[in-house]
Each structure stands twice: as structure tokens, then as C-alpha cells.
């Protein structure tokens, strides 16, 4: 290891336990207080790697990385590990979980290394039913592509992605059906039971069809998010500039402002 990234990482580990002894803040925290940080970094870091932004990636990653530093500070406090153990055990796990790399598995394209990823996890590390170890905690959509995915190891899985897609088909007249029967409802009310279900079972196939293609719908969706939010806003700006309030316009006036948006912004 370069002795500027050893001085750079051992600075941060120091900084670290100082922080801990000397500031009233971070002398408070837990893992239950920090996690939500930890949450927010990571998501950040996602952020600005998907917006091709280099110097915010760059800045956010140490934010995450002081995240780890601090969540083994608080591993060591309790007698359970270290930062060290930390490195060393997803060393070693990497190691186990590359055979094709540091053994004489074969493992020729990026799917059959996935194939094999996850039976190293059952066959080696103990790990038992199709579900182990499915973080409660994950966002939604990650879950559901999760749980395909495992799902998909034990061998219940689509041939093809026309499997998911006519499935797609399906659910979304299920929910149109089901809509029908019930009529939209109120504002802030509850759903209907079914309206609910079938919501949901769209959502699951959406995920599916993500995960056959290749697309991460948790990035994806928040690349739309991110998208409408912009559009919105220069349409909003455009009205104005028109002499026009956006809110008092009809939809269908500022649909016109809309679409005008999404040609500034292509």
C-alpha cells in the first residue's frame, strides 16, 4: 500500500476516536442514531455517481467512509470487532466468494459469477432457505429485486423476458379490473383491500422486468423523480415568464408549459 494512503486512512481513523472522546455529538451517538446518516451518505453517493458528478462522488464517498470508520469505532467499544477486522473479513469473504479468481472455479461471463456468488453463499457460509439473510430494512424495490433474485437461484425464474413482460400485461389489466369494480377513492382515505394487492403485484413485475434487463429500479426511479422534478420547475418558470401563474392554470395549460420544458431539457 502506498505509505500516503496508509498515512490518509490511519489520519481518518485518529480523527475518528478524536472526534468520539472530545465531541458532545459524537459522544452521543449509536448505532441506532448513526445508521440514518449512513442511509443518507449512501444514497448520496449513489446520487452523484448516476449524475456522472466526479468531484461530488469523490467528496461523498469520504462521507460514507467516515461512516464505516465511525460504525467500527463503536464495534471496538463493545468488544466486537475492530476496523481491522472489518477490512480482514471482507477480504477474506471476497476471496471465498471469488473462486474463479483466486482458485480453479470457472467463471467465464458476469452471470455465471453471480450463479456462483450466491452458491457460495448457501453451500460455504452456512446460509439456509432461498430467503437468508433479506435485509428487513432495504427500500421496497430493492427487496422485491432481491428476493427475485434469490428466487431465481433455486430456479424459479422466467426463461426469457417475454415471461415478465406478458406478466406486466397482466397484472395492469388485473388493476384496471379492480379499479373498476371499486371506483377511484376519496382523498386520504385507505385503499381498497384488492386496489391495494394489485398495486403491489404490479410494482413486484415492474421490478422483474428491471431485473431481467439489466436496470436497477431503485436508481431508475429516482433518475424519473429527479427528471419530473426539473421539468416541473422550468415549466413553472416558463409560465412566469409568460405572465402566468402556474398553479391557477388548467392542466391543460401547463401541459403546454411542460412539454416546452422537456425540450429545453432533453
Not at 9 to 14: A, F, S
Not at 45 to 62: F, H, K, W
Not at 83 to 93: N, P, T
Not at 129 to 157: M, N, W, Y
Request: hydrophobic fraction near 40%; proline fraction near 5%; aromatic fraction near 6%.
Amino acid at each position: 500500500m502506498p505509505v500516503s494512503l496508509a498515512e490518509a486512512l490511519i489520519d481518518l481513523q485518529e480523527l475518528t476516536r478524536q472526534l468520539r472522546r472530545e465531541c458532545p455529538w459524537d459522544r452521543e451517538q449509536t448505532a441506532l442514531t448513526i445508521v440514518p446518516h449512513t442511509l443518507e451518505e449512501a444514497y448520496e453517493v449513489a446520487d452523484a455517481a448516476v449524475a456522472g458528478d466526479d468531484a461530488g462522488l469523490r467528496g461523498e464517498l469520504g462521507d460514507l467512509l467516515f461512516q464505516v470508520y465511525f460504525l467500527s469505532l463503536l464495534l471496538e467499544e463493545r468488544g466486537e470487532g475492530d476496523l481491522e477486522s472489518v477490512a480482514r473479513g471482507v477480504h477474506e469473504k471476497l476471496v471465498r466468494r471469488h473462486p474463479h479468481v483466486f482458485g480453479e472455479a470457472d467463471a467465464s461471463t458476469a452471470g455465471r459469477v453471480r450463479e456462483r456468488w450466491e452458491q457460495i453463499k448457501s453451500e460455504q457460509e452456512g446460509r439456509e432457505g432461498i430467503f437468508h439473510d433479506v435485509p428487513a430494512s432495504l427500500p421496497a424495490l430493492l427487496e422485491a429485486r432481491k428476493v427475485q433474485r434469490r428466487a431465481a437461484t433455486s430456479g424459479f425464474d422466467w426463461p426469457d423476458l417475454a415471461g415478465p413482460l406478458r406478466k406486466l400485461s397482466e397484472e395492469c389489466q388485473e388493476l384496471v379490473r379492480a379499479v373498476e369494480g371499486t371506483g377511484e377513492p376519496r382523498p386520504e382515505t385507505e385503499p381498497d383491500a384488492q386496489v391495494f394487492s394489485e398495486v403491489g403485484d404490479v410494482l413486484f413485475t415492474v421490478v422483474n422486468v428491471a431485473r431481467r434487463l439489466n436496470v436497477d429500479p431503485e436508481l431508475a426511479l429516482r433518475a424519473t423523480s429527479r427528471r419530473f422534478r426539473e421539468r416541473v420547475e422550468r415549466a413553472a418558470e416558463l409560465a412566469g415568464e409568460g405572465g402566468d401563474d402556474w398553479a391557477g392554470l388548467d392542466l391543460e395549460r401547463q401541459d403546454v408549459y411542460y412539454e416546452r420544458a422537456k425540450e429545453e431539457l432533453l
